[in-house]
């Protein structure tokens, strides 16, 4: 599903336009968006899931074109686990 399919989606079933449900979930992916750029970061959609900012540390890799070492440097990520609700419909 893409992000227009998902807008359709949500006009059909709000029985919005199009134009507010495209600014509904701009919306939302910014607040989203934001909860997670503070320090510990943790966005909770009781029944959806839970999405959180996490800490991946500094580790030793390897290019697959040459088998040479490499760096890679630590970076936050973000991690999604699946509420219950989500996890029993699926």
């Known amino acids: 599903m893409t992000k227009a399919d998902l807008i359709e989606k949500m006009a059909k079933d709000a029985k919005i ?22 320090k510990d970061g943790k966005v909770t959609l009781v029944g959806f899931g839970t999405f959180q900012k996490t800490r991946r540390k500094a580790r030793k890799g390897r290019n697959p074109q040459t088998g040479a070492l490499i760096k ?19």
């Open 17 to 38: 336009s199009k134009v507010a449900a495209g600014k509904a979930l701009d919306s939302f992916m910014g607040n989203v968006t934001k909860a997670l750029k503070k």
């Open 72 to 90: 890679i440097k630590a970076k936050n990520v973000v991690k999604f686990k699946p509420g219950k609700k989500l996890r029993d419909s699926v």
